[in-house]
């Protein structure tokens, strides 16, 4: 549940970008990073190892202006995709106010984006955050490359039409707004729901 801060009038809300190790998570946030206007976002926080795996998470905070008579503002994480870092994940999905899952097109990683999607779920429960309640976007991301799984069999295999999905080329910055705007959009809308509007 987003945190409400009266006394500063402000709305923060976090949104987590989760999927298997490569699949493309922090290029997501990178690219966001270049394209938000300065005026709207401070520096964005990466710990990677040498190599760029991510090896805890990224962080990049962004204001959207005035929301309901708040300042709100946006805190985008996202988790290290790699399976050893466990503990990690569950730690940075704490507390989300919403998540992208970000799912590697390549027919060889089909068997990684499962795993991390019924991960992701545990991990939510273990949180204990309502899931029915949680706005989830599917990013069926590296649609550019050629052994990808079709659209349709991802949404039959993985997201079983449940959720809004979208497809992305996250290295050339296609799809990468529209994901954004569409997680952006469903969190605030549930925020509304939460002021009793
Ligand atoms: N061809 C292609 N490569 C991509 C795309 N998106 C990301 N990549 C590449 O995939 C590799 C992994 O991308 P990252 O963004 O570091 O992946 P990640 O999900 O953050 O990985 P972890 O931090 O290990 O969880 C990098 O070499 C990216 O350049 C894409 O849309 N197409
Ligand atoms: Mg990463």
Known sequence: MAVIKYASGEIICKIVYYGAGRSGKTTNIKYLYSRIPNKRKTDMISLATKEDRTLFFDFLPVELGNFKGFKARLQIYTVPGQVIYDSTRKLVLKGADGVVFVVDSQRDRFEDNKWSWD???????????????????????????????????????????????????????????????????????????????
């Open 119 to 197: 991960n992701m779920f545990e991990n939510l429960e273990d949180n204990n955050i309502k899931i029915d309640d949680l706005p989830i976007v599917l990013e069926y991301n590296k649609r550019d490359l050629e052994d990808i799984t079709p659209i349709e069999e991802l949404e039959e295999q993985l997201n079983h039409g449940k959720y809004p999905s979208l497809s992305s080329t996250a290295t050339q910055g296609i799809g990468v707004i529209k994901v954004f705007k569409t997680i952006g959009i469903a969190v605030l809308k549930k925020v509304k729901e939460n002021l009793g509007e």
